[in-house]
C-alpha cells in the first residue's frame, strides 16, 4: 500500500473510531458496549459486548440506528458487521 493510501485509511480510521465513541454514549446508557475491531476494503467490523449481546431490541438498535448513522456518515464504509 502506498504511503498516501495508509495516510488516507488512518484519516478514515480515526474518522469512524469518532463517531463510534459519539455513538457508544447511547449503547452504554442500555448496559452494553461497542468498540472498533478493523476497516478493511470498506467493510467496518464493531465488536459489541455487555446487554447487547443477546438482546432483543439488538438488530434494531445496530442495523437500523448504529449502521445506518456510519454508512451516512463515512462515504467510505462500504458495510459493517457486528461480532461479539
Request: charged share 25%; hydrophobic share 40%.
Amino acid at each position: 500500500m502506498q504511503k498516501s493510501n495508509i495516510m488516507e485509511n488512518e484519516a478514515i480510521v480515526t474518522k469512524i473510531k469518532n463517531l463510534i465513541s459519539e455513538l457508544k454514549y447511547y449503547i452504554q446508557n442500555d448496559g452494553g458496549d461497542m468498540e472498533f475491531v478493523s476497516f478493511i476494503d470498506g467493510i467496518l467490523t464493531i465488536k459489541i459486548s455487555g446487554a447487547c449481546v443477546g438482546c432483543d431490541y439488538a438488530y434494531n438498535t445496530f442495523d437500523e440506528g448504529i449502521k445506518l448513522s456510519l454508512l451516512t456518515e463515512i462515504k467510505e464504509i462500504k458495510d459493517v458487521v457486528f461480532t461479539s
